[in-house]
């Protein structure tokens, strides 16, 4: 492991460089985290910024015990890239950005047979927020229309069955109403107090694990459906390349110790091929985990969720507002459009306000934790066509 790999101690490691600038109220959370009742160790990605109480970007290890509130109320949220049918050649940006007028609808009845088939298939009880099915919620959560600018790695690439003369889709969004429902009424009954990891069906955790585990299929469900309206939109079809998820609890052995994993925005490395995204004026990287023993371990078997935050929400623009007029922001400097009718979330999701995906990017691969397959250039971001609930 190179430069990138910080040990704050014992229990905590951050993989970032020292020129990544990280908040040190994000390290402050981070070393807290720690100290927590079964905690094991923790991890810090490069994308690492201060959250409500605990860090995003950032992986945890408990032993016998397990914390609903570290994964927060997000569950099952993560990229799915597919691949579209469009040729990049033929796209017309304009001509999309009119058929995403109405997206945000909920699903009309047209979708009902695909709905309920899929709930049926993925095993996810009737009456769980079905009206949110296919919408992407607010906040960091997009949908965004892509070209392969770069490939690095062909034999991998060709291996996802990827072809860089197709227009690529990458869908960011999870659980919605459902996963803030789930952390609610945790943090009701047990406040931030984690459960005991008990077998019993019964049990505290189980049932929590139980609601937990159909969050996640629930958010894949969304992805899925969010991908196929949106090609749909667009008139084209697709196949998912990858779907991976970066919230949440799992079972897993490390250090020889079975334990609890709990992921708040860090993507698995032991998942295969992941989508890194930069913000909507940056790239996104297309990575392979490496396999490297001591670095999976150290890292808690996680990469970085994304580029990253820099700047608080709130604050952006009263920082962008005397640079950048509203009609600025519908374009970034890679040439790509935006479509956000919110005012507050276009500031708040400028490329200004977080850092350069490449840092984050070199910070894993100087730790052996990656090699970069494609790079991946936006070409239309979706966040909301008006107000959009979150």
Known sequence: MGRSVQHISDRVCLFASQDTWIEGA??????????????????????LHPGRGYPIGAAFFSIGRLYPALVGNDIGCGM???????????????????RLEDIEQPLDASWQETVQAEMTHRDISAGLFESALGTIGGGNHFAEFQAVERVYNETAFTALGLDKKYLQLLVHSGSRGLGQAILVDHIARFNHDGLLAEAAQESESSRYLA?????????????????????????????????????????????????WLHRKGATPSDKGAVVIPGSRGDYS???QPIN????????LYSLAHGAGRKWKRGDCQSRLSHKYKREDLYRTALGSRVICGNKELLYDEAPQAYKKCETIVSDLVDAGLI??????????????NGSCSS
């Open 292 to 299: 490297n023993a001591p670095a999976l371990t150290a890292s």
């Open 211 to 259: 609601r937990h585990d159909e969050a996640v299929r629930w958010a894949e469900l969304n992805r899925f459906l969010i991908a196929k309206r949106f090609l749909s939109a667009i008139r084209s079809d697709g196949e998912c390349t990858l779907d991976v998820n970066h919230n949440l609890v799992c079972p897993k052995v490390i250090d020889g110790r079975a334990g």
């Open 26 to 47: 994000a390290i402050q959370q981070l070393t807290k985290t720690a100290e927590l009742a079964s905690m094991h160790r923790v991890a810090g990605m490069p994308d």
């Open 80 to 98: 799915a890239l597919w691949q579209t049918t469009t040729k990049v050649a033929k796209v017309n940006v304009d001509k999309f950005a009119k």
């Open 285 to 287: 990287y297309l990575v």
């Open 371 to 384: 090699e970069v397959i494609a790079i991946l250039r936006p070409v239309l971001t979706f966040k909301t």
